[in-house]
Each structure stands twice: as C-alpha cells, then as structure tokens.
C-alpha cells in the first residue's frame, strides 16, 4: 500500500516557476518508481515524467524536456516536479503516481501505475 500526496500548485503567469512536492508513505519509497501525469479540462490524462527507484533514469513528455525537471529524495520519501518556463497550455491538475512493478525504469503509460495522489492544481495565466 502507498500513499500519495501532492502539494505545490497554484496560479502564476506564464513564464513563471513552481516546484510540485509528492510526499510518500506505506511502502519503502526507494523500491519503485514514480512519475508525474497532467489532466486538463475536457482532456484525458497524459504522462509528463517518470524516474526510477534511484533517480538515475528519467523520462520526459516532448513538451515538457528543457523545462521541467523531475528529482527524488528516497530520505523523504518525495519526489518533485521542477517546472520552469511555465505556459498556458501547461494548465491542469497534475498527479503523482507509483509504479510497483518496474524498479529501474517507469512506464509512461498511466494504467500501469498502481497508485496515485489527490492531484494538485497548476494554473498558467497568459
């Protein structure tokens, strides 16, 4: 069992910067990975990154490379979501998810992560 919760949303103007927090209890956080989906209004869920149990493997959406950066800390128990250079088309709620399965490299596919946050709200104004 894990347990998820994100915090570090909110509102800033395009060009701007967040840092998103996922906060992890229940199960050993250093033996899975995690990754970071998007949801937008009227949109289906979409992968934006993912890193391994250690933090030596990520992956990126094409949109996001350059500018988002995604990092753990297993003596947390937290991942993070650097987002730089922030647009409005990267409006959404953004959830963090575990992958129990795949140690060494996420799935980028979200019906393969066996758990997932509440989500938090980012809101990029043009």
């Known amino acids: 069992q894990v347990q998820l919760v994100e915090s570090g949303g909110g509102l800033v103007q395009a060009g701007g910067s967040l840092r998103l927090s996922c906060a992890a209890s229940?199960?050993?956080?250093?033996?899975?990975?995690t990754g970071w989906f998007r949801q937008a209004p009227g949109k289906e869920r979409e992968f934006v990154t993912a890193i391994n149990w250690s933090g030596s493997s990520t992956s990126y959406t094409d949109s996001v490379k350059g500018r988002f950066t995604i990092s753990r800390d297993n003596a947390k128990n937290t991942v993070y979501l650097r987002m730089n250079g922030l647009k409005p088309e990267d409006t959404a709620v953004y959830y963090c998810?575990?992958?129990?399965?795949?140690?060494?490299?996420?799935?980028?596919?979200?019906?393969?992560?066996?758990?997932w946050g509440q989500g938090t709200q980012v809101t990029v104004s043009s």
């Open positions: 229940g199960r050993t956080f250093s033996t899975y990975a």
């Open positions: 998810a575990a992958d129990l399965t795949r140690l060494s490299k996420a799935t980028t596919t979200a019906g393969e992560y066996d758990y």
